[in-house]
């Protein structure tokens, strides 16, 4: 005999909702035939939190047998639905049929008419005080029920300005929310000592790396939408988000923060230093070069004297430095700010596909995206348009976005109005308990359509072309000449659980062209891939990681084909993300004018900048292994833990760009610590703190040795490698 059939969940709740349903029809045509005629019916005097239980249970009266009646005579008498009685209602089916779907009108309900027994007609349901009710002895610790008034604006409370009750009507909301993110970097790099070095007697190539930077990104965002905030999708959104940057950095090599002698506060031929003090010829605007007419200095130049006539370093100081220090003039310290409209985008929505909220929207303006779990491709925010939605219950959901890119600064990366001459086409479409349940699939295209253009940062460094190989001239003017790139990314990623391993993958083919690569000093086609992979395992509150990363490599130069692989504007959460030594920093390549890597990015590009100059498929490429772990210590408190090795898939493009024949492949060992802290247990205060570290190994040590031979003379650490390079990061944010 086999077991009894449980009942279904839906059917159980069917019943339920047609009992309550026949129930209220009954009572109010009970009350209409006089049952209980003679006995009005009384609400409760107090709040009482049983409302089962009536102060006067006489005067309530119902008839001793009550036969249901049809469930559209019951509608008919009540006048509205419930959200269940809407998924079976047979009038919604028909409509489901004929693939339109509409929100049900009410005529009685606004009537003040057809409403349940003992209830009481409101015109604005946000009018209504949530109720007083005090259940402890303390009323201090009754933050939620005392509050009975819409405040104007307050983190916890109901309030006006963040989208509890309407600004307008019964449907338009706001939402202003502020955020200030500051963070404080300490770190090594390899750099140049310059022409001219900050101290005197280094004959070494390379300097001191050591850096410190702080900056503090301001931001306010407002929303302004119409719509049933989470019941359903809005029907439309206007969002802006304003931020303010301000980033100060020094350095203690010259030439790192601008290539102009006279400083990074020298833009233009307005700014022509003073010389008079020290008796040299003064600048002209026409031309800063010395002068070789007659005449001489008139004092020796010693910045170490204190007398106004031969003190130079005065001249030399940055704005904002209060003390005389070699290691602190206008080439070795910047500071600078810039406002910038980092998200301006209308969202629309387009139509409701089923009743259960599958729909269609678009946006137009400056809006952020990312095009897959972790950010590997693309992770911007710039001036586009974008048709989403969803299907099949929410399982499917899809993206089409454009995007016209607008152009970087220099110094926060911020977003300007200036175009970039960049069009980027992104499609991509999710599939959740693909396969299995809780593990999403993701397939998607990018194509990146970068013109050929000509660009020098706010520092006055060319970035578009890449100043690497060959640089092609225009015959006019000597001036470089940029070039068209097409790239093209197919992508198959994937997110969530199989069983217990957590799982989160990613593989892309790029296929393109690049018309002329400097490096390659030709036109080549593009053919490269990628691949990630992170398996991790809960238990308890600690979760244990294994990962993998592999970019391919350009084995050959200049055979036309650009095997290495590049992104368009990648940002990656992966081996540690910001804590991480090789993941965060942009290590230049000695001797050239592009980076061995950019900063957040784990690829080995050889580019310039990630954000103003363009991808470069002709690159070393890299494979990475790691493992590490995530800690929850306490709900406030949360460690990090990684150790990574570093590998390079191929080395030859590396030698050909350096001209010289060693360069191994191994370029070090990667370890980071960092904690998250919320001492609230929200998200509206959080400090987190890390340190990475990186040891160098053979192929660092090639790339990066500083002179082979000492140097009589000089200190005895001509030709070692710093053995360790760090960083220590700390950072605050606030959240309202």
């Given at each position: 005999m086999s077991?009894?059939?449980?009942?279904?969940?839906?059917?159980?709740?069917?019943?339920?909702?047609?009992?309550?349903?026949?129930?209220?029809?009954?009572?109010?045509?009970?009350?209409?035939?006089?049952?209980?005629?003679?006995?009005?019916?009384?609400?409760?005097?107090?709040?009482?939190?049983?409302?089962?239980?009536?102060?006067?249970?006489?005067?309530?009266?119902?008839?001793?047998?009550?036969?249901?009646?049809?469930?559209?005579?019951?509608?008919?008498?009540?006048?509205?639905?419930?959200?269940?009685?809407?998924?079976?209602?047979?009038?919604?089916?028909?409509?489901?049929?004929?693939?339109?779907?509409?929100?049900?009108?009410?005529?009685?309900?606004?009537?003040?008419?057809?409403?349940?027994?003992?209830?009481?007609?409101?015109?604005?349901?946000?009018a209504v005080p949530l109720p007083h009710w005090q259940r402890y002895l303390d009323p201090s610790i009754e933050t939620p029920y005392l509050q009975e008034k819409t405040r104007l604006w307050h983190p916890y409370q109901q309030s006006r300005l963040k989208g509890d009750v309407p600004i307008f009507g019964q449907d338009i909301f706001t939402n202003i929310s502020a955020k200030s993110f500051t963070f404080s970097e300490f770190r090594s790099l390899p750099v140049p000592s310059g022409v001219s070095t900050v101290s005197p007697g280094r004959s070494e190539f390379f300097g001191n790396g050591n850096q410190s930077l702080i900056s503090t990104d301001t931001s306010v965002a407002i929303d302004i939408f119409k719509g049933e905030t989470s019941f359903k999708p809005v029907t439309w959104l206007l969002r802006l988000n304003v931020v303010q940057n301000n980033n100060w950095i020094r350095t203690r090599e010259n030439n790192l923060l601008n290539p102009?002698?006279?400083?990074?506060?020298?833009?233009?031929?307005?700014?022509?230093?003073?010389?008079?003090?020290?008796?040299?010829?003064?600048?002209?605007?026409?031309?800063?070069?010395?002068?070789?007419?007659?005449?001489?200095?008139?004092?020796?130049?010693?910045?170490?004297?204190?007398?106004?006539?031969?003190?130079?370093?005065?001249?030399?100081?940055?704005?904002?430095?209060?003390?005389?220090?070699?290691?602190?003039?206008?080439?070795?310290?910047?500071?600078?700010?810039?406002?910038?409209?980092?998200?301006?985008?209308?969202?629309?929505?387009?139509?409701?596909?089923?009743?259960?909220?599958?729909?269609?929207?678009?946006?137009?303006?400056?809006?952020?995206?990312?095009?897959?779990?972790?950010?590997?491709?693309?992770?911007?925010?710039?001036?586009?348009?974008?048709?989403?939605?969803?299907?099949?219950?929410?399982?499917?959901?899809?993206?089409?976005?454009?995007?016209?890119?607008?152009?970087?600064?220099?110094?926060?990366?911020?977003?300007?109005?200036?175009?970039?001459?960049?069009?980027?086409?992104?499609?991509?479409?999710?599939?959740?308990?693909?396969?299995?349940?809780?593990?999403?699939?993701?397939?998607?295209?990018?194509?990146?359509?970068d013109a050929d253009s000509t660009k020098y940062d706010r520092n006055g460094f060319l970035v578009r072309p890449a100043p690497l190989g060959t640089v092609p001239q225009n015959?006019?003017?000597?001036?470089?000449?940029?070039?068209?790139?097409?790239?093209?990314?197919?992508?198959?990623?994937?997110?969530?659980?199989?069983?217990?391993?957590?799982?989160?993958?990613?593989?892309?083919?790029?296929?393109?062209?690049d018309e002329f690569n400097q490096l390659a000093g030709r036109s080549v086609s593009i053919n490269a891939q990628m691949a990630?992979?992170?398996?991790?395992?809960?238990?308890?509150?600690?979760?244990?990681?294994?990962?993998?990363?592999?970019?391919?490599?350009?084995?050959?130069?200049?055979?036309?084909?650009?095997?290495?692989?590049?992104?368009?504007?990648?940002?990656p959460v992966f081996f540690g993300g910001p804590f991480s030594w090789y993941a965060r920093e942009g290590i230049s390549l000695p001797g050239t004018g592009v980076n061995l890597k950019e900063r957040n990015s784990l690829v080995p590009s050889l580019r310039t900048s990630k954000t103003q100059g363009q991808s470069n498929f002709v690159n070393p490429g890299v494979w990475m292994i790691g493992a590490g772990t995530d800690v929850d210590v306490t709900p406030k408190f949360r460690a990090f833990g990684n150790l990574n090795y570093v590998h390079l898939a191929e080395t030859a493009a590396v030698k050909y760009a350096l001209q010289t024949d060693k360069a191994r492949s191994d370029l070090g060992v990667d370890a980071s610590v960092g904690v998250k802290y919320r001492p609230f247990l929200t998200e509206n205060v959080i400090i987190s703190a890390g340190v990475g570290l990186f040891f160098p190994g053979g192929g660092y040590r090639d790339m990066y040795r500083q002179n082979t031979v000492q140097v009589p003379g000089y200190d005895s650490g001509s030709g070692k490698v710093d053995p360790c390079l760090y960083n220590a990061l700390l950072t605050l944010t606030l959240n309202y």
């Open positions: 077991p009894p059939t449980p009942p279904n969940i839906f059917t159980l709740k069917r019943l339920v909702a047609l009992s309550c349903v026949a129930w209220a029809a009954a009572s109010t045509a009970g009350d209409s035939q006089g049952v209980g005629a003679g006995k009005p019916s009384k609400l409760p005097p107090v709040f009482n939190p049983d409302p089962g239980a009536w102060n006067d249970p006489s005067s309530q009266t119902v008839a001793d047998t009550v036969s249901p009646p049809p469930l559209a005579e019951a509608i008919r008498t009540l006048g509205r639905l419930t959200p269940i009685d809407i998924a079976r209602e047979p009038l919604a089916a028909k409509e489901r049929a004929s693939g339109e779907f509409a929100a049900h009108d009410y005529p009685l309900a606004k009537e003040g008419r057809g409403l349940l027994n003992l209830s009481t007609a409101v015109p604005n349901r946000w102009d002698p006279r400083g990074s506060d020298v833009q233009d031929t307005n700014g022509v230093p003073n010389t008079s003090g020290f008796g040299a010829f003064p600048g002209s605007t026409g031309s800063f070069n010395p002068t070789i007419t007659a005449g001489s200095f008139g004092s020796t130049l010693n910045p170490a004297s204190s007398g106004t006539s031969g003190n130079v370093l005065d001249q030399l100081k940055n704005q904002g430095v209060t003390s005389a220090s070699s290691n602190q003039t206008r080439y070795t310290y910047r500071q600078k700010d810039k406002l910038s409209l980092q998200e301006a985008f209308l969202e629309i929505h387009l139509r409701d596909l089923s009743d259960n909220y599958d729909f269609i929207s678009s946006r137009f303006g400056i809006q952020p995206f990312s095009s897959d779990f972790r950010g590997f491709v693309f992770s911007d925010s710039n001036l586009g348009a974008r048709v989403f939605g969803n299907a099949s219950n929410n399982k499917s959901q899809y993206n089409l976005l454009y995007f016209k890119m607008r152009e970087k600064d220099t110094y926060s990366e911020l977003n300007t109005f200036d175009s970039r001459q960049q069009q980027v086409f992104i499609a991509n479409v999710y599939r959740q308990d693909f396969l299995t349940k809780g593990y999403t699939a993701q397939l998607s295209f990018h194509a990146n359509l015959e006019a003017d000597g001036s470089p000449l940029g070039h068209d790139l097409q790239s093209y990314y197919l992508g198959w990623t994937g997110d969530g659980h199989i069983g217990k391993i957590n799982i989160n993958h990613a593989f892309y083919q790029v296929l393109g062209r990630a992979l992170e398996l991790s395992v809960d238990k308890d509150w600690v979760r244990w990681k294994f990962s993998g990363f592999y970019a391919s490599g350009d084995s050959n130069p200049t055979d036309g084909v650009a095997r290495g692989f590049d992104s368009i504007i990648d940002n």
